[in-house]
Every structure is written in structure tokens, then in C-alpha cells.
């Protein structure tokens, strides 16, 4: 477990980035900030009410009253949100001014998320926002020694098939892009190729073909019970034929219950590390953290973020 959090910080180091944390009074963030800049992980930027800008606030509320007027956003409400760090942080990030941000250990994930999908650029390749985490179980021989990325545990309560197509191709991107993984990408059900009939059933193979019709180049499989997906010896004996079955490093779950639950259950009893939700699906890069997260959650979400931005770049225009 150690040796996989450690690359991801140590990876992060090679080119650390500007991260903004809008959440300046808690304890635990002003901690992890304190190691992530004595490390050189991060270029953090706290927020406080006295460091923010006034002329950059006041052109960020221009910006986004001007963006979002058609949508009934009036002038008073632009400024209002616009005296809320994490609408700040966003509109930093969105405009260039920073390479991501990281938040939630005061805000609810709804805060995060919202903020994140009024402020940030949608990635028009990922289709939708959605969110994952790494999972990495302690002596655990399945997946990737371990690891793991699960979808959609955060975000979209119950995704369509388009929608389960769309993460399971973000979430195999963010595999291979951050964890440097084959992914192999399966998406999960109570049933193996057939072996139970039920509308959900149907959606998760619709959103199977879906994927494999868009031509993303990953290894994607479905619908696979949890065993077949991740023990080679139960794959056998159900699947004859499959790049994932048996090997499965990518789990996309059909629904926020079944996600929610699982990592939470596999954190708390397998004694996992659990890092995000990190938001998928925006061209500038967050990450979400639990209310709960200790200082070593943020650390690692901030490593994950820098390790994002280094690889896509960040948006500089301004409007």
C-alpha cells in the first residue's frame, strides 16, 4: 500500500503544480498544506477572506454573472457566490490562475460537485461528470497487487447506459493516465454473460456495447459478477473468453448504492486506502474529500490532483 501512495507523491514531485484550498480553517488541511509545501508535492495557495483578490473577485463575478445570465443568474447572485472560497478556487483554476483544487473536508461533496459543474470546463471526451477512487487493499492478490479504481462512487445516483459507458471510459483513462495501469475495465452486476435476466441486468450490457462501439482502446467487459470479475479461477468456470474477467483492475458499479457501499465497506473492514472521489469528467482537475479524511487523505488528493494537471496542462484563457 505504502509503495503506491509514495509514487503518487513522489511522481508529483517532479513537477508540482499550483493547488488552491478554499477551506482555510480547518485544522487537518492547514497541516497536510504545511507537508505538502515542505515536500514539494504542491504549490498550495490557501484561501482566506483577507488573500483573496478584490479586482480578481470582482472580474470573476462579471465572468460569471455574463456566462450565466441566460440561466436566470442575476448580478447579486454572481456576487454572493463569488464571496465563497470554493467559487473562487474554481474560477482560479478555470481562468489560469491555478491548476487545480482540492475541497471537502468542510464542504459536502454536493457542495464540491455543484461548484465544480457551474464553474469548470467540461472535458467533451468524458461526456458527463462523474467522480472515482483509488483503492488500495493490503495484501490483496487481485487487481493491480491491490489496486484499484471504482466508479462512479460519488456522483450520479443512477447513471443510464450512456452514462455507465462514460465513466467506465474516464475511469480506465484515469488508470492508466494517474496509475500508470493496463486498466481492465469491468462493469459489475448481479449476473455473469446471461446468468440472471432483469432490466438492470440490460442496462449494464447496453452500456457495455456502448463503450466497445466508441472505440476508446480499453479493456472494458460486462456484465460480470464481482467474482468473475476479479478471481481467474471462478472466471474460468463462467467465461470462456474475456481480457478482463479474472483480471479486472477498473470496477464500474451500476449504480451510487452499490459504489458508495462497497468502498466504504472495503476501506473499513479490508482496511483499504480510499483516495477521493475525484471529480472526472472537467478539463481543470479536483478532488473531493470526505468529511472525515484524515491529513493524510488531503495529501495524497492533492497528489492525485498535481499528477492530473501535469498530464493534461491547465486552461489560461480568459474571457
Known amino acids: 500500500m505504502d509503495d503506491v501512495i509514495t509514487n503518487l507523491r513522489e511522481r508529483a514531485k517532479n513537477n508540482p503544480k499550483r493547488i488552491v484550498f478554499p477551506e482555510y480553517d480547518d485544522k487537518r488541511v492547514l497541516k497536510a498544506v504545511d507537508y505538502i509545501k515542505n515536500e514539494g508535492i504542491a504549490e ?10 478584490p479586482a480578481k473577485q470582482k472580474e470573476f463575478i462579471n465572468i460569471y454573472f455574463e456566462h450565466k445570465r ?32 482540492v475541497a471537502g473536508a468542510k464542504y459536502t461533496t454536493s457542495a464540491v460537485v455543484r461548484t465544480a459543474l457551474r464553474c ?17 487493499i493490503p495484501d490483496c492478490v487481485y487487481g493491480a497487487n491491490g489496486t484499484f479504481v471504482y466508479g462512479d462512487c460519488g456522483i450520479i445516483p443512477y447513471p443510464t447506459s450512456s452514462q455507465l459507458a462514460s465513466i467506465a471510459i ?11 495501469i493496463i486498466p481492465r475495465v469491468a462493469l459489475l452486476s448481479f449476473s455473469t454473460k446471461g446468468s440472471s ?14 463503450a466497445k462501439l466508441k472505440n476508446s482502446g480499453f ?10 470479475a476479479l478471481v481467474p479461477e471462478v472466471a474460468s468456470k463462467k467465461i470462456s473468453d474475456s481480457d478482463v474477467a479474472g483480471k479486472a483492475n477498473v470496477l464500474i458499479f451500476p449504480n451510487l448504492d452499490a459504489g458508495n457501499i462497497s468502498y466504504k465497506l472495503i476501506q473499513r473492514l479490508a482496511k483499504a486506502k480510499a483516495v477521493g472521489p475525484i471529480v472526472l469528467g472537467t478539463k481543470q482537475p479536483c478532488s473531493d474529500l470526505s ?21 493534461f496542462g491547465t486552461n489560461t484563457t480568459a474571457d
Not at 219 to 228: F, N, R, V
Open 291 to 311: 468529511r472525515g479524511c484524515s491529513i493524510d487523505d488531503i495529501i495524497d488528493s492533492t497528489a492525485v490532483t498535481v499528477l492530473r494537471a501535469q498530464k
Open 197 to 210: 435476466k432483469h432490466e438492470e441486468v440490460n442496462k449494464v450490457i447496453e452500456a457495455v456495447k456502448i
Open 70 to 101: 441566460a440561466k436566470g443568474i442575476t448580478l447579486e447572485q454572481s456576487k454572493e457566490l463569488m464571496d465563497d472560497p470554493i467559487y473562487y478556487a474554481a474560477m482560479m483554476c478555470r481562468y489560469g490562475h491555478a491548476d487545480g483544487f
Open 170 to 180: 474516464s475511469c480506465a483513462a484515469f488508470a492508466k493516465d494517474v496509475l500508470n
Open 44 to 53: 498550495p495557495i490557501v484561501l482566506t477572506k483577507d488573500n483573496i483578490d
Open 120 to 136: 469548470l470546463e467540461r472535458d467533451s471526451a468524458a461526456n458527463i461528470v462523474s467522480s472515482c477512487f483509488i483503492m488500495v
Open 219 to 228: 479493456l472494458i467487459d460486462g456484465e460480470l459478477q464481482a467474482d468473475s
